[in-house]
């Protein structure tokens, strides 16, 4: 079950490829500065995930105007993401949360997805500037995308 609204958003330092260097991307460098956006996928390279961070991608300008930060995560390591947000042109910051620990500490691990292995759920949190949860939701199936609009509202009221 993903971790509850009002909770101290877990910190987490995870690597991310930028053409030719790997950075750390980690949430508390976000802290105090804008609100972020956590948007757990269970893999690149699928039909549904390609859909939600393309159109998350489309709408970016939307989230700045919100004072907002877009991190997608997944299991992937940060070559196979690099290459897929190259690919469909994604345009947010996404991380490999290649061993597991940060969809564990969000409570959003599925063990033996589908018989690939370990990977998240599909997953929105919202967390203020100050590290607090303020929207959380974990998708009925991999298959169901986040409610977009409900994390924008949620955005605005924090703005």
Do not use: H
Not at 74 to 96: H, M, N
């Amino acid at each position: 079950m993903a971790i509850s609204i009002g909770s101290k958003a877990p910190d987490f330092s995870l690597k991310s490829k930028q053409g030719a260097e790997i950075k750390d991307v980690r949430l508390g460098d976000y802290l105090g500065k804008s609100n972020v956006v956590l948007l757990f996928f269970p893999l690149a390279f699928t039909s549904v995930c390609t859909a939600e961070m393309c159109s998350v991608s489309a709408g970016l300008g939307g989230y700045d105007a919100l004072n907002a930060k877009i991190i997608g995560i997944s299991v992937d390591s940060p070559f196979a993401q690099e290459a897929w947000a190259r690919q469909e042109k994604i345009g947010i910051t996404l991380a490999s949360d290649f061993n597991k620990e940060t969809a564990f500490a969000y409570g959003t691990l599925i063990e033996n997805l589908g018989g690939f292995g370990s990977a998240s759920a599909r997953a929105a949190f919202v967390i203020d500037k100050a590290g607090v949860i303020r929207y959380s939701e974990q998708t009925p199936t991999p298959k169901d995308l986040p409610d977009l609009e409900a994390v924008k509202s949620k955005l605005a009221e924090l703005k």
